[in-house]
């Protein structure tokens, strides 16, 4: 008897319940891969093979994370996303056949939390799944014992409390893992931190491999709280620059 309970404001279902996972992809092969490792990592797995079916999916079913291909039949991933966020928040971890940064940003822009481009490794994918859902946990976690205080950066504010983000007063949405980059790097504002220390701190995630994961997350917050606010140090990392006195 399936005994998961999944909370409607967004968090993760409660500890020890199997965790469910929706698979949106059109192609047999690798929806059957996924889903069968995602399986046998314990999670428990509906799949949807174009968009409307995925949107009614989510709604009906409620899924604690969404695996997302780009293109789908009917209408496409970034639409998926974009409806399926509508009705509630759920990390989504979305999947894309082109190397193509474009897709990329915009995927983040819409609402996505992480990316990976096919081929991937399904060990890689299983990591991936794990590190978001212990993300949610974590904001989960942080929004019942909240951090007081609004961290001013000159027109950047940072409300630990609520998780919002404003510049120049003006609210700034960020998805959930653009939040963990910007504290993070704001945490230790100028100081430059790796593309690895900040794989490990906001993703979990210890392989090299996933740098351009944060490069791309680099570039959708840049667009949203503004370029020059992020520095890039060429062949080391980011730093969050703050108003010169």
């Known amino acids: 008897m399936e005994q998961t309970h999944t909370a409607h404001n967004g968090t993760t279902a409660t500890p020890g319940a199997q965790r469910r996972v929706l698979v949106v992809e059109d192609d047999p092969t690798i929806v059957d891969a996924i889903a069968a490792r995602l399986r046998a990592e314990g999670f428990l797995v509906q799949t949807a093979g174009d968009g409307p079916s995925a949107v009614d999916t989510a709604e009906a079913w409620q899924p604690d994370l969404l695996i997302l291909d780009i293109m789908l039949p009917g209408f496409d991933g970034l639409e998926v996303c974009r409806r399926v966020q509508a009705q509630r928040p759920v990390p989504v971890l979305m999947l894309t056949a082109r190397d193509d940064e474009t897709d990329m940003l915009v995927g983040l822009g819409v609402g996505a939390d992480d990316y990976m481009t096919k081929p991937f490794s399904m060990r890689e994918l299983a990591a991936r799944v794990h590190v978001l859902l212990r993300r949610v946990e974590r904001a989960a976690l942080a929004a019942a014992t909240p951090r007081s205080g609004i961290l001013r950066l000159g027109e950047l504010e940072i409300d630990h409390a609520q998780r919002r983000v404003r510049v120049r007063s003006e609210d700034v949405h960020l998805t959930p893992t653009e939040f963990d980059l910007l504290v993070c790097l704001a ?51 980011y730093a969050l620059e703050t108003p010169t006195p």
């Open 187 to 237: 945490n230790t504002p100028r100081a430059v931190l790796s593309r690895e220390q900040l794989l490990a701190e906001v993703w979990d995630w210890a392989d090299a491999s996933g740098t351009r994961t944060v490069d791309s997350h680099i570039k959708a917050l840049r667009r949203k709280i503004g370029a020059e606010r992020i520095r890039t140090v060429h062949g080391v990392g």
